[in-house]
């Protein structure tokens, strides 16, 4: 494999992570604060959904911060918005 594909494939993930950690978010400020069960699908829809995004949610943080500490605490990462994003959910959640 040459760097540019390695590159390519760092670059996806970092995507991907941000990408999840910011649904994850939305999900969690929309249950937080809005009413899931006024209307009986998307109720459904929630409850089928919370056990995965909150295994989502702790396991997120803990990549994100470990992928960021590969890339020596580089504040203009992916990584490290994602780390914040997941604290602040948490933060939000407790």
Same mark, same amino acid.
């Given at each position: 494999?040459? #760097?540019? /594909?390695? &590159?390519?494939? &760092? #670059? %996806?993930?970092?995507?991907?992570?941000? =990408?999840? %950690?910011?649904? %994850?978010?939305?999900?969690?400020?929309?249950?937080?604060?809005? #009413?899931?069960?006024?209307?009986?699908?998307?109720?459904?829809?929630?409850?089928? +959904?919370?056990?995965?995004?909150?295994?989502? +949610?702790?396991?997120?943080?803990?990549?994100? =911060?470990?992928?960021?500490?590969?890339?020596?605490?580089? +504040?203009? /990462?992916? !990584?490290? !918005? /994602? =780390? $914040?994003? &997941?604290?602040?959910?948490? $933060?939000? $959640?407790?």
């Amino acid at each position: 494999m040459d #760097n540019y /594909s390695i &590159s390519k494939q &760092s #670059n %996806t993930l970092k995507k991907l992570i941000f =990408f999840f %950690t910011l649904a %994850t978010h939305v999900y969690w400020i929309i249950v937080r604060f809005g #009413n899931v069960y006024k209307i009986k699908l998307i109720g459904v829809f929630f409850e089928i +959904l919370w056990l995965p995004l909150l295994i989502i +949610l702790i396991v997120l943080p803990v990549l994100a =911060f470990i992928f960021w500490a590969k890339e020596k605490f580089i +504040l203009k /990462s992916y !990584y490290f !918005y /994602s =780390f $914040l994003i &997941s604290v602040l959910t948490i $933060l939000i $959640l407790l």
